[in-house]
């Protein structure tokens, strides 16, 4: 109340009125009240922007991987390559360019984040990575424990040393739960530390690990790998 009777006076002791033409959001005296609520972006502002194609902002750039992630858990089971068709699809989305296809597998891929300095294998991730997995599946046939980088998927959420990522394991998209280095176990102190991205089968041999923090192989930093791509 009193503010209002302080801006009432101010306008009235100026020569105006307790009228005024625009916005109040304009009026100096309410500006620190509407600030947070308006976007101070005009429209002429935002079509001056460069495109999204010239340049991509790295926040758009995870929101955007979030988004498609998120879609696949409503895609139909209709692919068994434990997520490199989903990731090719996704990244032609959120980063037209980057020049890499499902075909030449996630080693090229990988190859490609680590001359971008893209790759790691020590950091944690953040949201909006793409996470690897080593061994999801006997790829070569061969019954060993050599199938390297044959799983994959996209980060949605992290909480402390786990992370939670939507990935593929067998021909369905879901939701799981990865902690590298955590405990061998799904369930520890009540809480979901690990899921199962591998199937087990009678075929595998001694040592073979299903959990998904066993079979972690890395991640690639989306916002550095946009940055890597062939058609800038």
Not at 113 to 141: C, E, M, W
Not at 202 to 222: C, E, K, M, N, Q
Request: proline share 6%; net charge negative; glycine share 10%.
């Amino acid at each position: 109340m009193y503010r209002f009777i302080i801006i009432a006076f101010a306008l009235t002791a100026c020569g105006g009125s307790f009228s005024f033409e625009g916005p109040v959001h304009k009026i100096p005296f309410a500006r620190t009240e509407w600030d947070p609520l308006i976007a101070h972006r005009t429209p002429d502002a935002q079509d001056n922007d460069e495109s999204s194609d010239d340049k991509i902002d790295s926040g758009d750039i995870r929101s955007k991987m979030l988004a498609r992630a998120n879609e696949l858990m409503n895609a139909s089971p209709q692919h068994s390559d434990y997520g490199t068709h989903d990731l090719k699809t996704i990244l032609d989305s959120v980063m037209p360019g980057h020049g890499w296809t499902a075909s030449s597998g996630l080693p090229s891929l990988v190859d490609r984040a680590k001359s971008a300095g893209a790759y790691h294998t020590s950091a944690r991730p953040d949201r909006g990575d793409i996470v690897l997995f080593h061994n999801q599946v006997d790829a070569n046939g061969n019954g060993e424990l050599d199938d390297w980088l044959t799983g994959c998927g996209v980060v949605v959420d992290t909480k402390g040393r786990r992370f939670e990522a939507v990935i593929r394991t067998g021909y369905a998209p879901r939701r799981i739960v990865a902690w590298p280095d955590g405990p061998d176990t799904t369930v520890s102190d009540g809480r979901k530390v690990n899921s199962f991205i591998r199937i087990p089968h009678r075929s595998d041999p001694s040592g073979t690990a299903y959990l998904a923090g066993r079979l972690y192989a890395g991640f690639i930093d989306v916002e550095a790998l946009a940055e890597s791509r062939v058609d800038k």
